[in-house]
Antibody
Framework: EVQLVESGGGLIQPGGSLTLSCAAS????????MSWVRQAPGKGLEWVSI???????YYADSVKGRFTISRDTSKNTLYLQVNNLRGDDTALYYC????????????WGQGTTVTVSS | SYELTQPPSLSVSPGQTATITCSGN??????ACWYQQKPGQSPVLVIY???KRPSGIPERFSGSNSGNTATLTISGTQATDEADYYC??????????FGGGTKLTVL
């Protein structure tokens, strides 16, 4: 079964750091484009970052310089290192597979919640 | 930065046709896709590459994209279609962009 399971969220103080994980099953994260998308409480979807199968990485302007996307092929897991967190980073963070043939995100995890508060 | 604009809400009666628009500069030159998100659930892809349906998505969902507007059409809308709908496209470089979302109410 094709599945994504996120973990690593929590309550963190402003300026703090976290590493979010996204474990994949049923397909390889290294052979696919993988994205992080977040959703603030009661708000819409916001694309955060993507890593291509060739290891190129891209970020939304709102997180550039603070977030780092990566993956571990041996663990078939995607990561998002989030640093210098701010209140407006509070959100449910989803990982998603971008199907290259579809030009769209066809597999989504259930999300992990990051709450930035003192 | 590239922006996609959707109406915040839309109401339709059961059995009627729901038409949700997504506007962006020269959007018709890009591939647009649509996601459905029900309360408390993760988004689900319902249309990709402007008009194609993933396996398992009912035929009543259709899409088009031309000029500056992409459109998601739900024919014979059912109560189970009540959800938030988001359009998404690339910005022409590497960033992905979502529209603000449209809350579809079926009443």
């Amino acid at each position: 079964e094709v599945q994504l399971v996120e973990s690593g969220g929590g309550l963190i103080q402003p300026g703090g750091s976290l590493t979010l994980s996204c474990a994949a099953s049923g397909f390889s994260v290294s052979s696919n484009y993988m994205s992080w998308v977040r959703q603030a409480p009661g708000k819409g979807l916001e694309w955060v970052s993507i890593i291509y199968s060739g290891d190129s990485t891209y970020y939304a302007d709102s997180v550039k310089g603070r977030f780092t996307i990566s993956r571990d092929t041996s663990k078939n897991t995607l990561y998002l290192q989030v640093n210098n967190l701010r209140g407006d980073d509070t959100a449910l963070y989803y990982c998603a597979r971008e199907n290259i043939d579809f030009n769209a995100m066809d597999v989504w995890g259930q999300g992990t919640t990051v709450t930035v508060s003192s | 930065s590239y922006e996609l604009t959707q109406p915040p809400s839309l109401s339709v009666s059961p059995g009627q046709t729901a038409t949700i628009t997504c506007s962006g500069n020269k959007l018709g030159d890009k591939f647009a896709c649509w996601y459905q998100q029900k309360p408390g659930q993760s988004p689900v892809l319902v249309i990709y590459q402007d008009y194609k349906r993933p396996s398992g998505i009912p035929e009543r969902f259709s899409g088009s994209n031309s000029g500056n507007t992409a459109t998601l059409t739900i024919s014979g809308t059912q109560a189970t279609d009540e959800a938030d709908y988001y359009c998404q496209a690339w910005d022409g470089s590497t960033a992905r962009v979502f529209g603000g979302g449209t809350k579809l109410t079926v009443l």
